[in-house]
């Protein structure tokens, strides 16, 4: 392995790509870790030119974007037979890796890091740029769920020298879009296609146009239409079946015409589906299960749980955390006919008078019999509205000390 590029210190490689080697490396003069893509120049003097316009197109087309959902491009150089490019370093993962190694991911992520996606290349387009070749192993996902889309390397800029020969096809042919599979000139909306074949993925698990070979893929992406991504996943709402079918509609007239109007119905689908639990760290979702299985279990004896030993909680008690007990706390802090209002709501009777305090003279407030339970259980009065003799203050003061009480109890459950 090399040690040093220009002024760059090597630290170790990162991996393959498919013009060079990505390497991770230091910048000294700013004490910064970059990562650094080469391209071996020692090629077939046929290959030299197109593969060197590339690179350089890329660093040039990548160099002009600021934007948070795209790589940065730091510096670009030439040492011996290699030319570099030097970028931010990522510290996450690959979107394909992800896909791969974890499986299907929530439907609320999966619109979280498209619609990013979306941004970026809308960002990109409005510059004049075209990626080409949009796939999840060119997008990166750091660790806070943010994306970044990298590998502008065949990227078309209206002003670049580096010009597709007619007929000639660049890209991964899984994500190609129709016009890309004819060679026909391209635009930003096949970049959305490939955008739309990648979110499709991403909600089902399969590509949208499969086959046994590049020949069978694309065929398949001029001629077929896939099943609606709902049908592969119950999770996908029906809103969000219509725009995969207008990202991959075979006619790009027909398509979302940028990318921006693309990101901005991800984002109006997001809102009205639930956030997933699935970003919660493995600790975080034991302490969780831990709570939940104790409360379930709590006041049971081994002999009830098939012999075990009971577990010990600290779960809240039904004297703090039950109807009842809002109709005492209303009932020492409300005011009467609120109280009657919350009866209602609740279904449950009002507190007998022993609840309610005295009046100004010592004597306790009158009640009306509204009638008994059939059970002879507990009877149902009408408090008659009398004034305190504690002041609202003190009401309150007891109030506070309830609910303090109550908060402590809970972060108790949460610790242990």
Avoid: W
Avoid at 21 to 28: G, S, T
Avoid at 106 to 118: E, F, M, N, R, Y
Avoid at 270 to 275: D, H
Avoid at 337 to 350: F, Q
């Amino acid at each position: 392995m090399i040690s040093q590029l220009g002024r760059y210190e090597v630290l170790g490689e990162l991996g393959q790509g498919a013009m060079g080697v990505v390497y991770k490396a230091k910048d000294p003069l700013i004490d910064r870790q970059v990562a650094i893509k080469t391209i071996n120049l020692s090629l077939a003097e046929d290959e030299l030119d197109e593969y060197e316009g590339r690179f350089y197109q890329e660093a040039k087309a990548a160099g002009r974007l600021n934007h948070p959902n795209i790589v940065t491009i730091y510096d670009v150089g030439k040492s011996g037979d290699i030319a570099y490019i030097a970028m931010e370093f990522l510290q996450g993962r690959e979107l394909r890796d992800i896909m791969r190694d974890d499986g299907n991911m929530p439907v609320d992520q999966v619109l979280d890091i498209v619609a990013q996606v979306a941004s970026g290349l809308a960002y990109a387009h409005e510059h004049g740029i075209v990626h080409r070749d949009i796939k999840p192993s060119n997008i990166m996902v750091i660790r806070d769920g943010h994306a970044k889309i990298t590998d502008f390397g065949i990227a078309r800029m209206a002003s670049s020298a580096v010009r597709t020969q007619t007929g000639m096809v660049l890209g991964s042919p899984k994500y190609m879009s129709p016009e890309q599979v004819l060679g026909k000139d391209i635009d930003q909306r096949s970049d959305i296609f490939s955008l739309g074949v990648m979110l499709y993925e991403m909600l089902t698990g399969e590509a949208p146009f499969l086959g046994e070979n590049v020949n069978a893929i694309m065929y398949q992406t001029l001629n077929a239409v896939p099943k609606a991504p709902s049908s592969l996943n119950a999770g996908v709402p029906e809103m969000l079946n219509f725009i995969v079918a207008k990202a991959l509609a075979k006619e790009r007239d027909d398509r979302y015409q940028n990318a921006k109007d693309f990101a901005a119905d991800l984002r109006a689908c997001r809102e009205v589906i639930p956030r997933s639990n699935r970003q919660i760290d493995v600790a975080s979702l034991v302490v969780v299960k831990k709570t939940l299985d104790a409360i379930v279990v709590t006041g049971r004896h081994g002999a009830e749980n098939g012999g075990e030993d009971s577990v010990i909680t600290l779960g809240l008690s039904k004297s703090f955390d039950s109807n009842e007990a809002t109709m005492r706390l209303a009932a020492m802090t409300a005011d009467i006919h609120d109280v009657d209002e919350l009866a209602k709501t609740l279904k449950i009777a009002v507190p007998i008078a022993s609840s309610f305090k005295p009046d100004v003279s010592g004597t306790k407030p009158k009640v009306a019999k509204t009638g008994t339970s059939a059970k002879g259980g507990v009877q149902s009065v009408t408090p008659v509205r009398s004034r305190p003799v504690e002041s609202s203050a003190g009401s309150n003061f007891k109030f506070v000390i309830l609910f303090l009480v109550i908060v402590l109890l809970m972060l108790l459950i949460y610790v242990s």
